[in-house]
């Protein structure tokens, strides 16, 4: 088990490296002057000559690379085009409305994908399994960015039950004092029992985090269902079942902790989507997070904001895999 | 003539196995369901530009005194902020998505194809190379690796289907290695390798022709995920550029007037919704009938 976390990690921080070789090629090799790129469109000639040797551009390509990791191991994402600003700062800034946003969607997504996926699979080819495997491939062919156009038209628009966007609105935001501690809005209603703003918060996540949702619901369906059906074809099932086991119990708790591998996958790779799917969305909802600001940085052509968000995505991914792989080999049988 | 049977007798089984396939694919309703829509998508793509009742509002065009019309007898979808016909442009950008999902699929497979076999046939240390290359590509969240490259390539649909093919290839490099893998282990395989075949012609004239339908299938499921992938960049303002019909860019500019013109945006996201569910579905059948572990007869 040990060695295996160690191998595992050190295979985790071979990836993280080759990612950030794959970052430093898109900013270096994809545009023809990356230093004209990084500064943009209005710069100044010696403002693109600051950025060549801000950017090592004059040095041999190892030492800017050296450089560039070096700068990064610091946390050092150069400064947004936009706003003048540390990247990093901003990310540190925009993140916690977005792993919020992120958390609740991959909840959301997991609570409604994981029983759909066990029905379909105990009701295989009855039109129970037949919905469902269609409502699975509903959810994955909608474009998150309509989805989101479109609740907002009924619940808000029409229906007027549910907020456009934002975190808050706006007569709390004037009449009460947002806490501020952790960064995280509803731990911070949660910690100060400011339970007026948490009502408030909880009801303008309704909309994003369904929509972001979306997605992985039907990835986690599909998951499910496929990965139960394959344990169900197992022997020790059909012994289980001839002992005269409870149907139920067969199927919560004999098959569905044998799948555990799949499920923990799952629950990761929709945490990849949702984190995917704010960028899309955020901007819609004018949530005040990292997709929001990606959005708004693509539009601008700001660079550095683009890159550090892409480097920050993709760590927190294999970081968050190498866990899941971590996590899955806890089950004796995986182990080697 | 001689010839020409034997080449029969050695294509015959496919041919049994292709008819099997049709009728499974005429007795599974849905799939046969996606197929037409997807042949009437076709269609429509072809030719757009003859059916599309104000073809001159499909690019430039402007009538100002026609902006925002609901839908009604003269505007079946209604109009835009520029008084251009959204059922016409909406129809044209059939074209433009099945387009760039067809080049940009095709483009991965230029690049996975070759790759997975060249991995798969010689091993070793090659093998280990690209395949831990592959690994670091898929190591990225979905769609975040096409945004970052089409964002340095800078926005136009060309880079856009470049920046989708650059991450998407390792799919098919991981398919074909595997299949290569096996392949490299059968007698045909052997038997080139023992009269001295070169490698590279083992592996374009033996190994990757014999590993292709696999790949087709699974390019064919794709087709949906890259529309849905290219409508999201459009959708940022990564992809396509105004005035192109492109559904995803119709959505993006639809959001300044949605409140008030719900046309606008329903019927841009309607069309890229049914079209990726019709590639969906018939991926989703596709599978179950060619995997003889799922399919039922």
């Known amino acids: 088990m040990g060695s295996f976390v160690i191998r595992r990690i050190l295979l985790g921080i071979l990836v993280l490296f080759g990612v950030i070789v794959i970052t430093f090629t898109i900013t270096r090799v994809v545009p023809s002057d990356p230093a004209a790129q990084w500064v943009g469109p209005k710069a100044t000639p010696e403002q693109i000559e600051a950025a060549r040797i801000e950017l090592g551009l004059d040095k041999p390509v190892y030492v ?81 960015f309509w989805l989101a156009l479109f609740l907002q038209l009924i619940f808000y628009r029409i229906l007027g039950i549910l907020p456009m966007g934002d975190q808050l609105s706006m007569d ?77 119990m067969v199927l919560w708790s004999y098959a569905l902790k044998n799948s555990l591998g799949p499920t923990v996958t799952v629950v990761t790779l929709s945490i990849g989507y949702t984190l995917v799917n704010t960028f899309l969305v955020e ?35 294999v970081v968050l895999n190498m866990i899941a792989d971590i996590i899955i080999a806890l089950d004796p049988r995986v182990r080697v | ?7 029969y007798k050695s294509i015959k089984p496919r041919i ?74 909406v129809l044209y950008g059939t074209r433009i998505s099945l387009q760039t999902a067809l080049l940009t699929v095709a483009l991965a497979l230029l690049i996975g194809v070759p790759l997975g076999a060249i ?34 390539l800078g926005p136009s649909l060309t880079n856009a289907m470049l920046a989708i093919a650059i991450s998407w290839w390792p799919w098919y490099t991981r398919l074909v290695r595997g299949q290569a893998v096996s392949l490299r282990e059968r007698q045909f395989v052997k038997a080139a390798r023992a009269i001295g075949t070169p490698p590279l012609r083992i592996i374009f004239g033996h190994i990757v022709p014999n590993c292709i339908a696999p790949v087709i299938v ?50 841009p996201g309607l069309a890229i919704f049914f079209t990726v569910l019709a590639f969906n579905l018939l991926g989703d059948g596709l599978r179950e009938i060619l995997d003889p572990k799922t399919r039922q007869y």
Not at chain 1, 201 to 211: Q, R, Y
């Open chain 1, 64 to 144: 800017q690379f050296q450089k560039y990791v070096a700068g990064l191991l610091k946390g050092d994402l150069g400064r947004s085009l936009r706003t003048h600003q540390p990247v990093s700062r901003e990310l540190k800034n925009y993140l916690p409305a977005t792993i919020e946003l992120v958390l609740v969607s991959t909840i959301i997504a997991s609570l409604i994908g994981l029983p759909l996926g066990v029905l379909s699979a105990k009701r295989k080819d009855e039109w129970v399994d037949h919905f469902c495997r269609f409502f699975s491939v509903g959810v994955v062919s909608l474009p998150t």
């Open chain 1, 172 to 248: 709390i935001k004037l009449l009460y004092d947002i806490p501020k501690i952790t960064g995280f809005l509803i731990i911070d209603c949660l910690i100060t029992g400011n339970f007026v703003i948490l009502k408030d918060a909880l009801v303008h996540m309704i909309l994003p985090g369904i929509t972001i949702a979306a997605y992985p619901i039907g990835l986690v369906a599909r998951m499910t269902r496929s990965a139960l059906l394959e344990i169900l074809g197992e022997e020790y099932i059909r012994a289980a079942r001839s002992y005269g086991l409870p149907e139920r």
């Open chain 1, 283 to 317: 901007a819609i909802y004018s949530w005040p997070g990292i997709g929001n600001y990606v959005a708004t940085a693509v539009i601008s052509l700001d660079y550095p904001a683009i890159m550090g968000v892409t480097i920050f995505s993709a760590c927190a991914y």
């Open chain 2, 1 to 7: 003539m001689n010839k020409l049977s034997s080449l």
């Open chain 2, 16 to 89: 049994k196995e292709l008819k099997l396939s049709l009728y499974l694919l005429k007795r599974n309703k849905l799939t046969y369901f996606a197929l037409v829509v997807i042949a009437m998508l076709v269609l429509i793509a072809v030719f757009a530009p003859y059916i599309a009742p104000f073809p001159s509002h499909i690019y430039g065009s402007t009538n100002p005194e026609d902006s925002l019309l609901p839908p009604g007898s003269k505007y079946f979808f209604g109009t835009d902020e520029l008084g251009r016909d959204i059922f016409s442009r």
């Open chain 2, 119 to 152: 991995a798969g046939t010689l091993g070793g240390f090659i093998d280990e190379a690209i395949m831990r290359v592959t690994d670091i590509f898929l190591s990225f969240p979905p769609l975040l690796l096409a945004i970052a490259i089409a964002a340095f």
């Open chain 2, 218 to 267: 699974q390019a064919s499921m794709d087709l949906g995920g890259v529309i849905l992938t290219a409508s999201a960049l459009s959708f940022l303002g990564l992809g396509a550029q105004p005035p192109t019909p492109e559904w995803g860019l119709m959505v993006s500019t639809s959001r300044t007037y949605f409140l008030n013109g719900w046309w606008y945006s329903i019927f």
